[in-house]
């Protein structure tokens, strides 16, 4: 998970992102390069994209955009998420440990989960157009995980959880934050001429 370093004020900094001040400013950027740098070239993750072996582990439904929540409840969402879903998959390597229930506002905020494809080994595809995930066959002994929010004519809004090989987590989600950095520069090079808000 990301952690918060630094003091308060307009821009708190995340490993690997910023919140709030002028992180969309035309001239900032929103994702930190990581101190080694990006782990693959612009080309590539503009282009044909990065892929990795991984695991998908199913999503929960997340009823209420990330958006509105603060950095701690989105925190506690994935993890909640990934905790409910490690539960409920046989042989999931997270699923061992001991929680605590979901809170009260966590229950509002996470809906049903779809297991439709859990523990099906999946090849992951960043690129700045999109994440694609497509069945492959892998095997893993020890696991990470990686969640992240997106929406999707199936499952709406929802919180997908994918179990990554020991190391690789990291690895996904710094080429997922080169990716959207990426996309973040085409944009302020080519801005659309009307944008409208609406609810993600």
């Known amino acids: 998970m990301n952690k918060l370093s630094g003091g308060g004020g307009r821009r708190t900094r995340v490993e690997g992102g910023q919140l709030g001040g002028e992180e969309?400013?035309?001239?900032?950027?929103?994702?930190?390069?990581?101190?080694?740098?990006?782990?693959?070239?612009?080309?590539k993750v503009m282009g044909p994209g990065?892929?990795?072996?991984?695991?998908?582990?199913?999503?929960?439904?997340?009823?209420?955009?990330?958006?509105?929540?603060?950095?701690?409840?989105?925190?506690?969402?994935?993890?909640?998420?990934?905790?409910?879903?490690?539960?409920?998959?046989p042989g999931a390597k997270g699923a061992t440990r001991r929680r605590k229930p979901c809170s009260r506002p966590l229950s509002s905020i996470l809906g049903r989960s779809n297991l439709k494809f859990a523990g099906m080994p999946i090849t992951l595809t960043v690129s700045t157009s999109s994440l694609n995930l497509m069945a492959a066959d892998c095997k893993q002994d020890t696991a990470?995980?990686?969640?992240?929010?997106?929406?999707?004519?199936?499952?709406?809004?929802?919180?997908?959880?994918?179990?990554c090989p020991e190391g690789l987590a990291q690895d996904v989600i710094?080429?997922?934050?080169?990716?959207?950095?990426?996309?973040?520069?085409?944009?302020?090079?080519?801005?659309?001429?009307?944008?409208?808000?609406?609810?993600?």
């Open 174 to 200: 710094s080429t997922i934050g080169q990716a959207f950095e990426l996309r973040f520069k085409q944009y302020l090079r080519n801005p659309p001429k009307l944008v409208t808000p609406h609810d993600r």
């Open 50 to 89: 990065v892929s990795y072996l991984v695991r998908y582990m199913g999503c929960v439904e997340v009823l209420q955009s990330m958006r509105a929540l603060d950095f701690n409840t989105r925190t506690q969402v994935t993890r909640e998420a990934i905790s409910l879903v490690c539960e409920a998959v």
């Open 24 to 43: 969309w400013t035309r001239h900032g950027s929103f994702v930190n390069k990581p101190t080694r740098g990006w782990l693959h070239p612009n080309d």
């Open 144 to 163: 990470e995980y990686v969640a992240y929010v997106a929406k999707d004519p199936v499952n709406q809004r929802a919180c997908h959880i994918l179990e």
